[in-house]
């Protein structure tokens, strides 16, 4: 039977691991000035590394060669550890063994001085899902543990694990791996193998890794045994239930131009089609992190490594998108993405989010003929408003709106006009109810008619709270900040 890529190309020494490169630094230095620490706690996700290194490490410790903190992977140690059969080193799986009993057994062993080695190495594998029993036993270990032996605890769930464990071991968190580590691995082993794979099918897979590079020799591994001697990206998405950028980027464009009909056919072609719905949501969210990178600084695109045309359709939604309507798409497709999960009709949550994100259009009703003022006269059909000729007509908006109707002036003349997008005009107000008087149907229908008047053009008004559109900016910078540093 052919050994799963993960097993076969699992790293043996610490310049072999991609990432990690501070906690690969400190463990190597450790092992180089003779000084290692007797608990280690591994924390973070599955698939990046916590175990590997946790071998990597038992290994040089006890290595009769050791040269630069580096294990030989060829002295009688060395190569008892990789086989599985070193005396020194013991591996449990937390999630198997939970009781007190275990750890026990685990005290017992650590009373002994090593049988071959210079160090007897314990490795707890999920270590958060001991009982409060076992962690109470395993404390008193960890408090006064004798020289010759070391601990390395791993886990998923830091949040579980008590803090008396923690501040008895050095913590180290280990992060996500990114695409381009991924796929690093993934272009040696097809180096080394006869797979041959299109570079956007190696892409899709490495993004559906979810940065965790077992997940992503699994899905590999799942998708050589396919049979196909060339893979492509349309297998991939085939198989996987994947989405191209391609298909996020056309389903934002519906949602930019708000074109409802259009945004529910795609969700419903989609589904017809069998994607996995839950992954589509996540692939517009993961697209909708690059827009808002791009959004806020476009020098960001250039770290994102897109192809040419990708690139430039990024670029050109972020700079349409303004960031209050960026942020009610994330909000929206972040609880689509929640409730997927839930929902027993897969459709609903994406529909759900289609009609938040795509107002219905309004047949702005035409006043009387002969209600309308001379200033019509005013009207520049041919001309591109801009912020600063609103602006400057804002007095006869103010005065013909006084002609129909009186009682709108006092709500309109405490808004503020922040900007002019596309052929939207976005008022703000200080308090909630100049904002709903405004955003009545019948008054947003008179306001919008005398904007066509005065300026010629068709014009749809909308209107926010001025602490709306604060928290909107301070929301976009927060995300820029966290979001910013995962690129």
Same mark, same amino acid.
């Given at each position: 039977?052919?050994?799963?890529?993960?097993?076969?190309?699992? +790293?043996?020494?610490?310049?072999?691991?991609?990432?990690?490169?501070?906690?690969?630094?400190?463990?190597?230095?450790? /092992?180089?000035?003779?000084?290692?620490?007797?608990?280690?706690?591994?924390?973070?996700?599955?698939?990046?590394?916590?175990?590997?290194?946790?071998?990597?490490?038992?290994?040089?410790?006890?290595?009769?060669?050791?040269?630069?903190?580096?294990?030989?992977?060829?002295?009688?140690?060395?190569?008892?550890?990789?086989?599985?059969?070193?005396?020194?080193?013991?591996?449990?799986?937390?999630?198997?063994?939970?009781? /007190?009993?275990? !750890?026990?057994? !685990?005290?017992?062993?650590?009373?002994?001085?090593?049988?071959?080695?210079?160090?007897?190495?314990?490795?707890?594998?999920?270590?958060?899902?001991?009982?409060?029993?076992?962690?109470?036993?395993?404390?008193?270990?960890?408090?006064? +543990?004798?020289?010759?032996?070391?601990?390395?605890?791993?886990?998923?769930?830091?949040?579980?694990?008590?803090?008396?464990?923690?501040?008895?071991?050095?913590?180290?968190?280990?992060?996500?791996?990114?695409?381009?580590? =991924?796929?690093?691995?993934?272009?040696?082993?097809?180096?080394?193998?006869?797979?041959?794979?299109?570079?956007?099918?190696?892409?899709?897979?490495?993004?559906?890794?979810?940065?965790?590079?077992?997940?992503?020799?699994?899905?590999?591994?799942?998708?050589?045994?396919?049979?196909?001697?060339?893979?492509?990206?349309?297998?991939?998405?085939? =198989?996987?239930?994947?989405?191209?950028?391609?298909?996020?980027?056309?389903?934002?464009?519906?949602?930019?131009?708000?074109?409802?009909?259009?945004?529910?056919?795609?969700?419903?072609?989609?589904?017809?089609?069998?994607?996995?719905?839950?992954?589509?949501?996540?692939?517009?969210?993961?697209?909708?992190?690059?827009?808002?990178?791009?959004?806020?600084?476009?020098?960001?695109?250039?770290?994102?490594?897109?192809?040419?045309?990708?690139?430039?359709?990024?670029?050109?939604?972020?700079?349409?998108?303004?960031? /209050?309507?960026?942020?009610?798409?994330?909000?929206?497709?972040?609880?689509?993405?929640?409730?997927?999960?839930?929902?027993?009709?897969?459709?609903?949550?994406?529909?759900?989010?289609?009609?938040?994100?795509?107002?219905?259009?309004?047949?702005?009703?035409?006043? +009387?003929?002969?209600?309308?003022?001379?200033?019509?006269?005013?009207?520049?059909?041919?001309?591109?408003?801009?912020?600063?000729?609103?602006?400057?007509?804002?007095?006869?908006?103010?005065?013909?709106?006084?002609?129909?109707?009186?009682?709108?002036?006092?709500?309109?003349?405490?808004?503020?006009?922040?900007?002019?997008?596309?052929?939207?005009?976005?008022?703000?107000?200080?308090?909630?109810?100049?904002?709903?008087?405004?955003?009545?149907?019948?008054?947003?229908?008179?306001?919008?008619?005398?904007?066509?008047?005065?300026?010629?053009?068709?014009?749809?008004?909308? /209107?926010?709270?001025?602490?709306?559109?604060?928290?909107?900016?301070?929301?976009?910078?927060?995300?820029?900040?966290?979001?910013?540093?995962?690129?």
């Amino acid at each position: 039977m052919s050994e799963v890529l993960y097993r076969k190309y699992r +790293p043996q020494r610490f310049s072999e691991v991609v990432g990690q490169k501070t906690i690969k630094t400190i463990l190597q230095n450790a /092992v180089r000035l003779q000084k290692p620490a007797h608990a280690y706690l591994f924390c973070g996700p599955r698939g990046v590394g916590k175990t590997t290194l946790a071998r990597i490490l038992a290994k040089a410790v006890n290595c009769k060669e050791v040269k630069d903190g580096e294990p030989c992977n060829g002295c009688l140690n060395c190569v008892a550890i990789q086989e599985g059969r070193f005396l020194d080193l013991l591996e449990i799986d937390a999630a198997s063994y939970t009781g /007190v009993e275990n !750890i026990r057994d !685990i005290i017992e062993h650590v009373k002994f001085s090593p049988s071959i080695g210079r160090y007897k190495v314990f490795i707890i594998d999920e270590v958060h899902m001991l009982s409060k029993a076992a962690f109470n036993a395993l404390l008193k270990t960890l408090e006064e +543990p004798p020289a010759h032996a070391i601990f390395v605890l791993a886990t998923t769930e830091i949040n579980k694990v008590p803090a008396t464990i923690i501040s008895r071991s050095q913590r180290f968190d280990f992060r996500r791996m990114s695409v381009s580590e =991924i796929l690093e691995i993934f272009d040696k082993i097809i180096a080394d193998t006869t797979l041959k794979i299109e570079p956007e099918a190696e892409k899709l897979i490495a993004g559906a890794a979810d940065g965790s590079l077992r997940d992503g020799l699994s899905i590999l591994d799942q998708i050589a045994s396919f049979g196909s001697t060339n893979i492509t990206s349309s297998e991939v998405e085939e =198989i996987l239930g994947l989405v191209r950028l391609s298909t996020s980027q056309l389903f934002l464009d519906l949602i930019i131009s708000e074109n409802r009909a259009g945004a529910v056919k795609f969700v419903k072609d989609i589904s017809f089609e069998g994607r996995d719905l839950v992954q589509f949501t996540r692939s517009v969210l993961e697209y909708l992190r690059l827009v808002l990178l791009v959004r806020v600084d476009e020098k960001n695109l250039a770290e994102i490594g897109l192809a040419a045309e990708e690139a430039a359709k990024l670029r050109q939604q972020a700079t349409a998108m303004s960031p /209050v309507k960026l942020s009610a798409t994330i909000r929206e497709m972040l609880e689509a993405f929640r409730q997927s999960k839930l929902t027993p009709v897969a459709e609903m949550p994406l529909l759900m989010a289609v009609l938040a994100l795509t107002p219905e259009k309004t047949n702005i009703e035409v006043l +009387p003929q002969e209600t309308k003022s001379p200033t019509t006269s005013y009207s520049l059909p041919t001309t591109i408003l801009d912020l600063g000729m609103i602006v400057d007509r804002w007095a006869d908006v103010l005065a013909k709106v006084k002609e129909y109707n009186h009682s709108l002036i006092s709500s309109l003349r405490l808004g503020r006009i922040l900007k002019i997008e596309n052929a939207d005009l976005v008022l703000v107000f200080p308090y909630s109810f100049h904002r709903d008087t405004i955003d009545a149907r019948k008054n947003r229908i008179v306001l919008e008619q005398v904007l066509d008047e005065v300026f010629g053009q068709k014009l749809r008004v909308k /209107v926010f709270l001025e602490k709306d559109i604060k928290e909107e900016n301070d929301l976009l910078a927060e995300a820029v900040k966290v979001l910013g540093k995962g690129i």
